[in-house]
């Protein structure tokens, strides 16, 4: 098999619109052909300039560098590149980050408004919002390095941040939230250590009313 045949061969096996990382590819054929990192990384770029040039993989489109996708035609046109899946490799992959913002409150059922933008919290984020202009999204760093253990605690507490600064539409949106915090099993005294340290005073007073919804 040659690298041009191993490189069209593993690209057949992503899905359609999935991100190909030619760094990914690189790892790959190292470990195949016994190549150094910087030898496979040189192979896959001439295989893959080879394909976008040549008819061979008429599908292949460059999203921007480094990161390619399989196109497919349909009725309302050509598909393009998985945007949730570039958001989470980049910004969420290691229980780096969350979505938070006016999307999470719609997902939770607190409002019918529809964000025009989305925005996640993400230990890859500087030290201010600043705006993904080729993924459409904006980032923001967390009030504390998420981890696996206190994400989902700084997510819901975002939301607590949030609803008082939204137009929150639910009819009762504490119970909600408070249905929320027991359906995925969070600890209120977590939650209120979590958010003396970190958040502010309102979010406080609103975590303590939320947990007089419990049933």
Same mark, same amino acid.
């Given at each position: ?12 096996? @992503? ?33 893959? &300039?080879?394909?976008?040039?040549? &008819? ?33 490799? &980049? ?29 996640? #919290? ?47 539409? #639910? ?16 600890? @209120? ?8 340290? @970190? ?17």
């Amino acid at each position: 098999m040659t690298y041009m045949d191993f490189v069209e061969n593993r690209i057949q096996d @992503y899905d359609f619109g999935a991100p190909v990382y030619t760094s990914s590819l690189a790892q790959s054929m190292a470990e195949e052909f016994q190549l150094s990192q910087k030898e496979a990384s040189a192979a896959v770029a001439v295989a893959v &300039k080879r394909l976008m040039d040549g &008819k061979g993989m008429s599908e292949l489109r460059f999203f921007q560098k480094g990161i390619y996708y399989r196109a497919k035609m349909t009725p309302f046109g050509e598909t393009g590149i998985n945007k949730d899946a570039l958001i989470a490799d &980049k910004y969420l992959a290691g229980d780096n980050g969350y979505e938070t913002g006016l999307a999470l409150l719609h997902r939770m059922g607190l409002t019918t408004q529809i964000p025009a933008q989305r925005v996640f #919290a993400t230990n890859k984020a500087a030290n201010c919002i600043r705006a993904d202009k080729a993924l459409g999204i904006l980032i923001c760093p967390p009030k504390v390095k998420i981890s696996a253990k206190n994400k989902r605690y700084l997510q819901m507490l975002d939301a607590i941040d949030t609803i008082g600064k939204a137009p929150v539409d #639910a009819e009762n949106p504490y119970r909600l939230i408070a249905s929320h915090i027991q359906n995925i099993g969070l600890d @209120y005294g977590e939650l209120l250590s979590i958010a003396g340290k @970190y958040y502010n005073r309102n979010t406080v007073f609103t975590l303590a009313q939320i947990a007089g919804e419990r049933n």
